[in-house]
Protein backbone atom coordinates (compact mmCIF):
# COMPACT_ATOMS: atom_id res chain seq x y z
CA UNK A 1 0.00 0.00 0.00
CA UNK A 2 0.92 3.57 -0.40
CA UNK A 3 1.55 4.65 3.41
CA UNK A 4 3.99 1.90 3.15
CA UNK A 5 6.01 3.93 0.39
CA UNK A 6 5.05 7.58 1.15
CA UNK A 7 4.91 7.65 4.71
CA UNK A 8 6.82 4.35 6.57
CA UNK A 9 9.69 4.02 4.30
CA UNK A 10 9.74 7.56 2.87
CA UNK A 11 13.49 8.66 2.19
CA UNK A 12 13.24 11.52 3.87
CA UNK A 13 10.29 11.62 6.42
CA UNK A 14 10.23 7.44 6.81
CA UNK A 15 11.79 5.78 9.86
CA UNK A 16 15.00 6.77 10.55
CA UNK A 17 17.00 4.28 9.68
CA UNK A 18 15.93 3.79 5.89
CA UNK A 19 16.14 7.75 5.34
CA UNK A 20 18.85 9.55 3.72
CA UNK A 21 21.29 6.41 2.95
CA UNK A 22 24.46 7.82 1.44
CA UNK A 23 25.66 5.47 -1.83
CA UNK A 24 28.90 4.29 0.54
CA UNK A 25 26.49 2.72 2.88
CA UNK A 26 25.07 0.67 0.04
CA UNK A 27 27.79 -0.31 -1.54
CA UNK A 28 29.30 -1.67 2.31
CA UNK A 29 25.74 -3.55 2.86
CA UNK A 30 26.21 -5.08 -0.50
CA UNK A 31 29.71 -6.49 -0.05
CA UNK A 32 28.50 -8.03 3.39
CA UNK A 33 26.71 -10.17 1.90
CA UNK A 34 29.30 -12.90 1.35
CA UNK A 35 30.79 -12.50 4.82
CA UNK A 36 26.91 -12.73 6.03
CA UNK A 37 26.62 -16.46 3.74
CA UNK A 38 30.20 -17.38 4.71
CA UNK A 39 29.17 -17.00 8.47
CA UNK A 40 25.76 -18.75 8.35
CA UNK A 41 26.93 -21.52 6.25
CA UNK A 42 30.17 -21.70 9.47
CA UNK A 43 27.36 -21.22 12.37
CA UNK A 44 25.54 -24.38 10.69
CA UNK A 45 28.82 -26.53 10.10
CA UNK A 46 29.25 -26.35 13.74
CA UNK A 47 25.71 -27.48 14.40
CA UNK A 48 24.74 -24.23 15.90
CA UNK A 49 20.55 -23.61 15.84
CA UNK A 50 20.25 -22.00 12.39
CA UNK A 51 16.36 -20.79 11.71
CA UNK A 52 14.81 -18.86 8.90
CA UNK A 53 11.79 -16.59 8.86
CA UNK A 54 12.54 -14.89 11.21
CA UNK A 55 12.89 -11.14 10.23
CA UNK A 56 8.99 -11.06 8.16
CA UNK A 57 8.61 -7.93 10.89
CA UNK A 58 11.10 -5.74 9.17
CA UNK A 59 10.78 -3.05 6.34
CA UNK A 60 10.89 -3.99 2.58
CA UNK A 61 10.21 -7.88 4.17
CA UNK A 62 6.93 -9.52 2.29
CA UNK A 63 6.22 -12.85 4.33
CA UNK A 64 6.37 -15.73 1.89
CA UNK A 65 8.30 -14.08 -1.00
CA UNK A 66 11.28 -13.30 1.58
CA UNK A 67 11.18 -16.68 3.66
CA UNK A 68 12.02 -18.10 0.02
CA UNK A 69 14.64 -15.52 -0.93
CA UNK A 70 16.00 -16.44 2.79
CA UNK A 71 15.70 -20.40 1.88
CA UNK A 72 17.87 -19.15 -1.81
CA UNK A 73 20.46 -17.00 0.09
CA UNK A 74 21.20 -20.24 2.50
CA UNK A 75 21.84 -22.60 -0.54
CA UNK A 76 23.84 -20.29 -1.75
CA UNK A 77 25.63 -20.39 1.19
CA UNK A 78 26.51 -23.85 1.03
CA UNK A 79 23.65 -25.61 3.21
CA UNK A 80 21.74 -28.21 1.19
CA UNK A 81 17.80 -28.05 0.85
CA UNK A 82 16.69 -30.41 2.74
CA UNK A 83 17.96 -28.61 5.65
CA UNK A 84 17.15 -25.39 5.03
CA UNK A 85 13.59 -27.24 4.93
CA UNK A 86 13.78 -28.61 8.54
CA UNK A 87 15.31 -25.33 9.50
CA UNK A 88 11.99 -23.26 8.65
CA UNK A 89 9.30 -26.51 9.67
CA UNK A 90 10.08 -29.10 12.20
CA UNK A 91 13.52 -27.38 13.67
CA UNK A 92 12.22 -23.71 13.69
CA UNK A 93 8.81 -25.77 15.22
CA UNK A 94 11.16 -27.50 17.82
CA UNK A 95 12.52 -23.94 18.81
CA UNK A 96 9.50 -22.77 19.26
CA UNK A 97 8.06 -25.43 21.69
CA UNK A 98 5.72 -26.08 19.50
CA UNK A 99 6.73 -29.52 18.30
CA UNK A 100 3.95 -30.49 16.42
CA UNK A 101 4.83 -27.66 14.38
CA UNK A 102 6.28 -28.80 11.00
CA UNK A 103 5.21 -31.95 10.79
CA UNK A 104 2.72 -34.16 9.15
CA UNK A 105 1.64 -36.09 11.69
CA UNK A 106 -1.81 -37.00 13.54
CA UNK A 107 -2.80 -33.85 15.87
CA UNK A 108 -0.13 -31.09 14.30
CA UNK A 109 -1.66 -28.87 12.00
CA UNK A 110 -2.88 -28.88 8.78
CA UNK A 111 -1.00 -26.42 7.24
CA UNK A 112 1.55 -27.35 4.39
CA UNK A 113 2.43 -26.35 0.76
CA UNK A 114 2.08 -28.76 -2.24
CA UNK A 115 4.79 -28.32 -5.06
CA UNK A 116 4.72 -29.81 -8.51
CA UNK A 117 8.26 -30.67 -7.89
CA UNK A 118 10.14 -31.53 -5.13
CA UNK A 119 12.22 -28.44 -2.95
CA UNK A 120 13.86 -29.97 -1.00
CA UNK A 121 16.04 -31.70 -3.69
CA UNK A 122 16.23 -28.55 -5.37
CA UNK A 123 15.20 -24.84 -4.23
CA UNK A 124 13.94 -24.21 -7.64
CA UNK A 125 10.91 -25.95 -7.25
CA UNK A 126 9.82 -23.41 -4.74
CA UNK A 127 8.37 -21.46 -7.85
CA UNK A 128 5.92 -24.44 -8.65
CA UNK A 129 3.62 -23.99 -5.77
CA UNK A 130 0.12 -25.68 -6.75
CA UNK A 131 -1.53 -24.99 -3.67
CA UNK A 132 -1.36 -24.04 -0.16
CA UNK A 133 -3.32 -26.10 2.89
CA UNK A 134 -4.41 -24.38 5.97
CA UNK A 135 -6.35 -25.58 8.37
CA UNK A 136 -7.14 -28.15 6.68
CA UNK A 137 -9.00 -26.01 3.41
CA UNK A 138 -7.40 -26.15 0.16
CA UNK A 139 -6.42 -23.25 -1.59
CA UNK A 140 -4.94 -23.68 -5.21
CA UNK A 141 -2.11 -21.06 -6.73
CA UNK A 142 -4.28 -19.45 -9.00
CA UNK A 143 -7.33 -18.61 -6.28
CA UNK A 144 -4.21 -17.36 -3.84
CA UNK A 145 -3.10 -14.96 -6.87
CA UNK A 146 -6.96 -14.16 -7.74
CA UNK A 147 -7.25 -12.62 -4.43
CA UNK A 148 -4.04 -10.98 -3.49
CA UNK A 149 -4.75 -8.96 -6.92
CA UNK A 150 -7.47 -8.48 -5.26
CA UNK A 151 -6.49 -7.38 -1.75
CA UNK A 152 -3.83 -5.05 -3.53
CA UNK A 153 -6.94 -3.68 -5.59
CA UNK A 154 -8.51 -3.09 -1.96
CA UNK A 155 -5.47 -1.34 -1.09
CA UNK A 156 -5.78 1.48 -4.09
CA UNK A 157 -9.15 2.24 -3.61
CA UNK A 158 -9.39 6.11 -2.04
CA UNK A 159 -11.38 5.58 1.28
CA UNK A 160 -8.30 2.85 2.69
CA UNK A 161 -5.91 4.27 0.75
CA UNK A 162 -6.30 7.93 2.31
CA UNK A 163 -7.12 6.67 5.75
CA UNK A 164 -4.14 4.89 5.74
CA UNK A 165 -1.59 7.79 4.60
CA UNK A 166 -3.92 10.64 7.00
CA UNK A 167 -3.72 8.51 10.00
CA UNK A 168 -0.07 7.16 9.57
CA UNK A 169 1.62 10.67 8.98
CA UNK A 170 0.57 12.13 12.41
CA UNK A 171 1.58 8.64 14.08
CA UNK A 172 5.01 9.02 12.37
CA UNK A 173 5.47 12.38 13.48
CA UNK A 174 4.96 11.42 16.90
CA UNK A 175 6.95 8.42 17.67
CA UNK A 176 10.05 9.05 14.54
CA UNK A 177 13.20 11.16 16.13
CA UNK A 178 13.34 13.39 13.02
CA UNK A 179 16.94 14.90 13.66
CA UNK A 180 19.17 12.92 15.42
Avoid at 82 to 105: H, K, S
Wanted: with cysteine; glycine share 6%.
Amino acid sequence: PRVWREVVWHPADGLPIYRNLPPELFAQLRASLPKKRELVRRLWAAGAEVYIGTDCLQPFVVPGAALHEEMKLFAAAGIPPEAIWAMGTWRAGRGLRQRQLGRLEPGAPADLLVFREDPTRDLAALDTLVAVVSQGRVFPRDRLQRDLAAWGEHMKEATFDQLSVNVARPLMDQVVLRDY
